[in-house]
């Protein structure tokens, strides 16, 4: 045994590429002078934490690698699927990566108001003001996104005897579920399961909707659904993107609209001269505004509700209006069942909106309505 180990060690050049045993008694050696079981606890807790930052909550998994390849690849390829104002605010750039993600309860941040304006000298030496600028706390629930799905051993033993690939079906929708609710909490604010807005320690998660502060404006129904008017719609969206400006928002915008509307954007702007040009088309002229985009989540008034009207939302893509708190990308966490025969798999993302006010209240988003 001894003879064993002493080879292991210290064998071939490269040590380190053997087992991870090796790598641990060459700590020790290292460290202590002579390998033990205390010697040894030292570098073997260092190594244990290595591993699980290096591979996360892969260390534990209890699935063979194939099968977990086979899961991997389906969240891969359902990627950004069902989401869609979301995707377009980490597309843009407007993150705020969380580096531990399990470890922070709640994000807080300050809203600062302007200073004074600079000043302007002949002499780079000349005393200049006292800036005391007023901090407003503000705070942001970092809660869980969350979907299950079990595989039950026989099947997966089943699959790895005859060969047959793994089904991954129930695996694609649960990531589907997930971004689903990624994007309703961005249209609509985080809520539980039975409809309640998600308050922790008093501080909720807003969506675009429900923002503090947002604007809105009355749209006319007709024009924007049942008889398309395109000279209405175009005053209309003009007159969202002047509310922002009169709150120094001055873009880039872009224009998030439910099914119903996006069909209708697609309609001639005008049927009065030769040149075929679609509403959205000529929405799309204005200079400030960069995208029209269709997200089905949007709440419409067809249906049970028609009261609800359907809902535009105006949105100025800076970060300072809204970024996304990114701690987990949709992620598969498996663990085995008490008895070893069920396979329970955690379908987990951390992926929360931060809709934000400047230090005067004013907001960079406009919720238009059909009366």
């Known amino acids: 045994m001894e003879s064993e180990l002493r080879y292991m060690a210290g064998a071939v050049e490269g040590w380190h590429s053997q087992s991870p045993l090796t790598d641990v008694i060459m700590r020790a050696l290292q460290e202590a002078g002579g390998w033990s079981v205390e010697a040894m606890r030292r570098p073997g807790f260092r190594m244990m934490e290595a591993v699980e930052k290096e591979f996360g909550f892969r260390t534990l998994g209890p699935m063979q690698d194939k099968a977990q390849v086979a899961i991997d690849r389906a969240v891969v390829e359902v990627g950004l699927q069902r989401l869609t ?3 377009d605010v980490m597309a843009a750039g407007l993150t705020y990566n969380l580096t531990d993600p399990l470890s922070i309860a709640q994000l807080e941040w300050n809203t600062i108001t302007k200073t004074q304006a600079p000043q302007r000298t002949m002499s780079p030496s000349a005393r200049g003001e ?5 901090l407003t706390p503000n705070r942001l629930p ?3 996104t969350t979907d299950k799905f079990e595989i039950d051993i026989r099947t997966l033993k089943t699959s790895q005897r005859i060969g047959t690939p793994l089904d991954t079906t129930m695996v694609k929708q649960c990531v589907r579920g997930v971004n689903e609710a990624v994007e309703d909490a961005t249209i609509n604010g985080a809520t539980t399961l039975d409809g309640q807005n998600l308050v922790v320690a008093g501080y909720n ?14 749209l006319t129904a007709a024009a924007w659904t049942s008889a398309p008017v395109g000279t209405t719609i ?3 969206v003009q007159a969202m993107i002047a509310k922002l400006q009169a709150k120094k928002k001055f873009g880039p915008y872009r224009l998030y609209v439910g099914t119903q509307i996006g069909n209708v954007l697609d309609n001639d702007y005008s049927t009065a001269t030769n040149t075929v040009t679609t509403i959205r088309q000529r929405l799309l002229q204005i200079d400030t505004l960069e995208a029209i985009r269709t997200a089905d ?3 419409s008034g067809n249906g049970a509700s028609p009261s609800i009207g359907n809902k535009v939302i105006l949105v100025q893509m800076t970060s300072d209006v809204i970024d996304m708190v990114v701690g987990q ?3 598969v966490i498996p663990w085995t069942s008490l008895d070893g025969f069920t396979i329970h798999n955690l379908v987990m993302a951390i992926l929360i909106p931060r809709v934000k006010v400047d230090a005067e209240g004013n907001s960079g988003i406009v919720v238009g309505t059909t009366a």
Request: aromatic share 2%; glycine share 2%; no cysteine.
């Open 85 to 87: 104002i979301a995707a």
């Open 130 to 134: 006292t800036k005391m600028p007023i």
């Open 142 to 144: 970092i809660y869980l």
């Open 205 to 218: 998660a807003p969506g675009l909707l429900n923002a503090p502060s947002v604007n809105t404006q009355s």
């Open 234 to 236: 175009l005053a209309e």
């Open 297 to 299: 989540l949007l709440s």
């Open 329 to 331: 990308q949709p992620t």
